[in-house]
């Protein structure tokens, strides 16, 4: 299982340019490298001939022009140029196989990253050897045992991170301390309500800060563009952003390690967040909460101590099912947040009757599993070998 480790850099002033640099080469070659693609793609339409465009002829033909046409690449490591229209080609099979967008020109101050082959890198403790550069500090040594797959350099707001990729196979935790099952409903209120009855409020970071990032959007907004006060608002909202996403990360984390350690099933709803991100009003709320962070979390979490996720199909009425006697009710509002059964007379919290509902059917989903046939609306989602990142890099 690959798993990334992302470790904030503490880089002197002559290494954070030397990264800006070859972050810059890295940007500069993949935006090359696409509309070479693009211009190549056209002409093989015109004249099938010619040969269509790919990643490795792409690097090849940078590699016999760069010492002429771009020498100030060479003051980098290779592999900034090199991985970057790697990673070009990777986009491309992503579109083609209908999972991306067609690939999009890199921005400066957006996508600020190189990746560095373990060829090249090393790490010793509490800091990493990047070719070229030599050893730049760590903010913390890196947790996973492992052979090193790559490591990928980025900056968000201000401040320069490493993203090694571990392949972590051997990595295991001991079993949960209770073999037993869990529901967890996620919500908009609060984050999560355990079957148990637990509530965790969840970081409610965006919320608190919310106010200052309005205040400071708005400051922004009044600058003049193009002006020093400007940019310095825009550095401040970054990092406001960046500070944001960190504490929500650490709340998840802390809530996935936590349910993790103690139960070893699972059952979680598998809601459908693009369509309720297009529902403007639960929109923040639910991205706040980082739903698919979430479930991501779980899922590798999970396979580390050989326990399981058991993903109940977003059309079950977790919410609207009684979970002692089985009724359902016919409609049950977004704001009711109890109600009583009319069939048993048992009064519900809406939040963790639905997640006693998610654990029973991921513990039915565990039975019919040993007996054969299940034709429940669960999906196992146990240790599948996809690759899991700790910290998502890129898109968000
Ligand atoms: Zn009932």
Request: net charge positive; with cysteine.
């Amino acid at each position: 299982m690959l798993i990334a480790h992302r470790i904030a850099l503490d880089p002197n002033n002559v290494q954070a340019t030397y990264l800006a640099r070859a972050a810059g080469v890295a940007r500069f070659a993949y935006n090359w490298a696409l509309s070479e693609w693009q211009r190549q793609y056209v002409a093989h339409q015109a004249e099938p001939a010619l040969p269509a465009p790919s990643q490795l002829a792409l690097r090849r033909q940078l590699n016999a022009i760069k010492r002429e046409r771009f020498p100030w690449m060479l003051d980098v490591t290779k592999n900034a140029p090199q991985m970057a229209i790697i990673q070009l080609g990777k986009a491309f099979n992503n579109f083609f196989a209908h999972r991306a967008r067609y690939p999009r020109f890199r921005r400066k101050g957006v996508d600020d990253r190189f990746t560095v082959t373990n060829d090249q890198f090393r790490v010793d403790g509490k800091r990493c050897y990047i070719p070229r550069l030599g050893w730049v500090r760590m903010r913390e040594a890196l947790r996973f045992a492992g052979r090193i797959v790559s490591a990928t350099v980025s900056r968000r707001a201000d401040r320069w991170h490493v993203s090694i990729t571990v392949d972590a196979t051997e990595a295991s935790l001991p079993p949960a301390e209770n073999q037993g099952v869990v529901g967890i409903d996620l919500g908009v209120s609060v984050l999560a309500t355990l079957s148990t009855g637990e509530q965790w409020p969840g970081p409610k970071a965006l919320r608190s800060l919310l106010d200052r990032l309005r205040r400071l959007s708005r400051s922004l907004s009044r600058k003049v563009k193009g002006s020093r006060n400007r940019d310095r608002a825009k550095r401040r909202l970054a990092r406001l952003h960046a500070r944001i996403a960190n504490m929500r990360r650490d709340g998840l984390h802390k809530l996935t390690t936590c349910v993790t350690g103690r139960f070893h099933t699972i059952g979680i709803e598998d809601l459908n967040v693009k369509g309720m991100l297009g529902n403007r009003c639960l929109a923040r709320a639910i991205a706040d909460m980082g739903f698919h962070e979430l479930r991501r979390q779980l899922s590798y979490k999970t396979a580390w101590r050989g326990g399981q996720v058991v993903m109940v199909d977003r059309w079950y009425p977790s919410s609207k099912t009684c979970s002692c006697c089985g009724y359902r009710l016919e409609e049950l509002a977004l704001g009711t947040r109890s109600w009583t059964c009319p069939e048993c007379g048992v009064h519900h919290d809406r939040d963790v009757n639905a997640a006693v509902n998610l654990k029973n059917m991921a513990m039915s989903s565990i039975a019919t599993a040993c007996g054969g046939k299940g034709p429940g609306p669960v999906r196992e989602h146990g240790a599948k070998p996809v690759p899991v990142k700790q910290e998502p890099s890129g898109k968000r």
